[in-house]
């Protein structure tokens, strides 16, 4: 087996490394930091303008035909640079999803403007009495001629302060099994009766609540069936996992290991020499090395042809299960000054060493939990029986 990506990739991985240099600032990163927004209009359309948005995607939908390979080595650079990637990523999943179930009507008029990074998009799941159980979602969808009237309200609608519509999982048949009576929609998020409140993570993270009143929408803006919403769903539900081979974690090991390359212990020894220290740094390192192994696993299915689903699970978990713990040991190791925020003076590893410990609790939430994420490989994955009605 061979774990490298090959020229090809190799050849556009330095590509995506001039690019960076060229295009990407230390402010986008701090600002991206300072207000918990994770996506900058100034790089997202040098991306766009690149043709690098959905560069996997056919020369005939505005893509350039990348293999998986290609985009794991350039996701990986995004990463490791620092890039704020929220945007691209959660806007791809609905634009893979109305490319796979959308009309072609539906295709031409939202899919340009998401290709030349003018537009993006916001995921409308979660609801206050619904997250994991997605399906139970109790946004009313009312059709009153040619047009649907959405009342009802969202919960950590990531990024709609800055999309242009809203993925919207609403209900319009209610005396069904819920599964059987959900509708999805695009809601242009300037329309009237929309209401955008922001939310503050622990994480560091902007997030919303999102509120609809009386919001009217053209039924040209349904994506998919009637009733048919689930099966739209599952589509993006997939698309959503199977992500990015590096994570925060990747990049915050390397500067942890350079700034313990650099730092001396008042005995004048170098941090990096202290064995607890390389302990913890390696048993991280392997940790991130599993977590790109089943991404990479990811990228393998997806290039034969297959869609990710209990193996994006499993990486999902992995990644976000080894990120916490390992954030936990790295604030350990800091000791009291472990705690110190970005931006502080003499915060070690410039304060990302105490930013991951509190983004990495937030990633076992966000793309379906932990528990969610155990249940689907209990059940999918090893075949055992359904724990829950
Ligand atoms: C920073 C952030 C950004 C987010 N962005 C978005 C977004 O853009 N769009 C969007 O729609 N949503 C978004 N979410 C919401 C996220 O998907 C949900 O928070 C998540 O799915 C969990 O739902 P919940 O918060 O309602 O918790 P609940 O579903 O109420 O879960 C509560 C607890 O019960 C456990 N639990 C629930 N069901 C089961 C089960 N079947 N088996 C075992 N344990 C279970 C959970 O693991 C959890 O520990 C975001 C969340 C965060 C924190």
Redo the contacts with the bound molecule.
Sequence with gaps: MDFRLGAKSDAFRDEVRAFLREHLRPDMIERAHDTGTGHDWEFHRALGARGWIAASWPEVYGGQGRDPFEMTAMRDELRLAGVPTDGLG?SIIVARTIRAVGSEAQKQTFLPPFLSGEIIF?????EPD????VAAAKTRAVRDGDDWVIDGQ?????LAHEAAYVFLLTRTNPDVPKHRGLTMFLVPLDAPGVEIHPVH?M?G?R?NATFYTGVRIPDAFRIGAVDGGWDVMTVALTFERGGFALSEGDRVWQRTVEWATGAHRPDGTRVIDDPLVRERLATMRINNEVARLLALRCSSLAASGGLPGVEGSMHKLWYAEAMTSDASELVDMLGADGALEHGEPDAPVDGWVEHLYRHAA?TT????????QR?IIAERGLGLPRS?R
């Design positions: 959660q916001a995921l409308g799941y979660t619904s997250g994991s159980d969202k919960m950590f609608t990531t993570t994480g993270e997030t937030v939430i966000y793309g379906g939990t932990s528990e969610v249940g829950r």
